[in-house]
């Protein structure tokens, strides 16, 4: 990671954030920024940097990249982003089977496509996808990472939508008008001018998108791929869209990684437009690259020509006050500060969080759990594994265990949707890991905590759980004279032959186990006067044969006080005495 960091840092171009106020008297070099004097070209103010071509907020981008300034188009023009507070938002079906009305004879498609727009709106929106990944992330981490626990606030993204500004002077054709991001979270404010004619509007995108200044007896459909993984994402042809990484300044081996790295995703990306040029050409008739218009990132795109007088020029609409129309998402709102945002957010992704715990306080729950958890386990500290008294992460219960969704959930609870399951596991892994607490408190320690679970999907519609189990021995450690510390990893059965237990009954196995455990370590106790289980980890595999049966296996680390020169050979002795008069 360290060298793919080191490869983005080489980039060119440095983006900049421009407040000032255009004149409306056409272009005019001494109304632009001190960056961009002397400049007789809108072109020239077109820069690079990691997310591609970028044209400043005062440029308008055309066909075939052609631009402008917006002062050309616009008769009123004001930057975005001091007039962007819409009032409300309306939800647009999507289109069905991904299939958008024909383009009929005597109708001219605008192919408008760009990657984002650059302005943030008060307009919010997520799809459940992309909430139920940012969850997973969440409580992942925090599973991971009980020390390092972030509130839930940290999963919450609300990042608005930007705007882009749609200007169409075209009053002589009947257009029909494609709208493609190939990022998420557009919204397209469309002006047009006095005798301009619009049949048909596509909006194509993955993430949510909205439309508004568009006349309501317009057609208007709309396809968010992210929401329809049936159907295709915008994707622009990876040889117009080249990455723009500067390798020249690279050492010869990061040059060789970074080339590969970037014919890699070359070739997803061409595989990708492939798909998407085929389903494009029968959809609409021509090529997606054909008569573009549109940049990587751009606030405002022309269909039609530039205005030759200051009367033909269009008027300005901000998005104040109007109403967007939007792609059906599962989170939407609009907020009045970043603040609301915030906490707007957290509510939509609480009640998510909600549903996938089976709790109405499910964020306080996990975080208790993981609260308690930095309270309650600490950090391992020299002869803190011989401390009974503490929970420490110097003791440890490792174990894995397959899951089926019904093992999660209660008795009249309905299975969850297939795209929710993955995040009822996870918010539920913790207090699945607790119950194993349970069966080491019966009978080898006096209290136990979960310090780290993981949960990942498996075969055949399981999923398989991993735990760290921190624990305080039953018994006391003992005493010794002895100075060395000892600590060696011995078998739980003979010569590791293992027990069978049946694969919905790995509990028994388990159990077993910490009796073992803890019966060793008393035999140790005895010869070496001290004695405490440092870890444990368990192995199971399928019986041969027998696919209702896992042979279950169990390594353990007993610490204790002795001769370094012959001590860990006196602990296995120890055990495997034992082992063999329990046996």
């Known amino acids: 990671m360290g060298k793919l960091a080191a490869i983005f840092v080489v980039l060119v171009g440095v983006y900049v954030v421009f407040h000032y106020d255009l004149l409306n008297t056409g272009p005019a070099n001494s109304d632009m920024p001190p960056e961009f004097s002397g400049m007789e070209t809108a072109a020239e103010a077109i820069i690079s940097d990691t997310a591609g071509l970028q044209a ?24 975005p982003g001091t007039e962007n507070n819409l009032a409300g938002f309306d939800v647009v079906d999507q289109v069905e089977n991904c299939q958008f009305a024909p383009v009929s004879g005597g109708m001219t498609l605008a192919n408008v496509h760009i990657g984002t727009g650059q302005t943030a709106t008060n307009f919010h929106a997520a799809t459940e996808h992309d909430m139920i990944s940012s969850l997973i992330s969440w409580i992942s981490f925090n599973n991971a990472k009980p020390f390092e626990a972030k509130p839930l606030d940290a999963a919450i993204d609300p990042d608005a939508l930007t705007v882009v500004d749609v200007a169409i002077t075209d009053e002589t054709n009947i ?39 568009l006349d309501e007896n317009v057609q208007l459909q709309m396809m968010d791929a992210r929401q ?32 590969k790295s970037a014919q890699d995703r070359f070739n997803v990306r061409q595989l990708a437009y492939f798909s998407y040029e085929a389903w494009f050409q029968n959809t609409f008739g021509i090529s997606s690259e054909a008569e573009l218009i549109g940049l990587d990132n751009t606030s405002h795109v022309l269909v039609g020509s530039v205005p030759e007088t200051d009367e033909q020029r269009i008027s300005y609409t901000p998005l104040t006050g109007q109403t967007v129309r939007v792609t059906s998402g599962d989170m939407s709102y609009i907020s009045t500060s970043p603040e609301e945002a915030t906490q707007l957010g957290l509510e939509a992704y609480a009640d998510l969080l909600g549903r996938a715990t089976g709790s ?149 196995g388990r159990v077993a186990y910490y009796e073992r455990a803890h019966k060793a370590c008393a035999a ?60």
């Open 360 to 508: 109405n306080t499910a964020p306080d729950i996990l975080s208790g759990m993981i609260q308690g958890t930095q309270n309650r386990v600490a950090e391992n500290q020299p002869d803190a594994v011989f401390d009974v008294d503490i929970l420490t992460t110097a003791r440890m219960i490792k174990y894995e265990r397959t899951l089926k969704l019904s093992d999660i959930l209660s008795l009249d609870e309905a299975l969850p949707p297939e795209q929710l399951q993955l995040l009822y596991v996870n918010a539920r892994a913790r207090q699945l890991a607790m119950k194993e607490c349970e069966l080491i408190l019966r009978v080898l320690a006096k209290d136990c905590a979960v310090h780290t679970v993981q949960a990942v999907k498996g075969d055949q519609g399981t999923y398989q759980l991993s735990a760290t189990l921190a624990f305080n021995p039953t018994d006391p450690a003992g005493q010794s004279s002895q100075a060395d510390y000892l600590n060696p990893t011995v078998l739980l059965s003979l010569n590791n032959e293992g027990i069978e237990v049946p694969v919905d009954a790995q509990q028994k």
């Open 228 to 259: 329809n993984p049936d159907c295709l994402a915008p994707t622009r042809n990876p040889r117009n869209v080249p990455d723009t990484l500067d390798l020249t300044t690279l050492t010869p081996e990061l040059r060789v990684s970074a080339e």
């Open 56 to 79: 400043p907020p005062f440029v308008v981008m055309a066909l075939n990249k052609k631009s402008y300034f917006a002062n050309e188009i616009f008769s009123n023009f004001e930057l």
């Open 524 to 583: 140790v106790r005895k010869v070496l006067g001290s004695c405490v289980v440092e870890t444990i980890q368990f192995e199971t595999t399928r019986v041969w044969n027998d696919d209702s049966k896992l042979r279950m296996t169990a390594l353990a680390k007993l610490a204790s006080r002795g001769s370094e020169s012959d001590g860990n050979d006196t602990i296995t002795s120890a055990v495997n005495a034992m082992l063999a008069a329990d046996i």
């Open 175 to 213: 257009i029909y008008l494609v709208l493609q991001s190939y990022q998420s979270g557009v919204v397209w404010n469309i002006h047009t001018a006095p005798k301009t004619r619009i049949a048909n509007v596509a909006v194509l995108s993955y993430g949510p998108a909205g439309v508004v200044g």
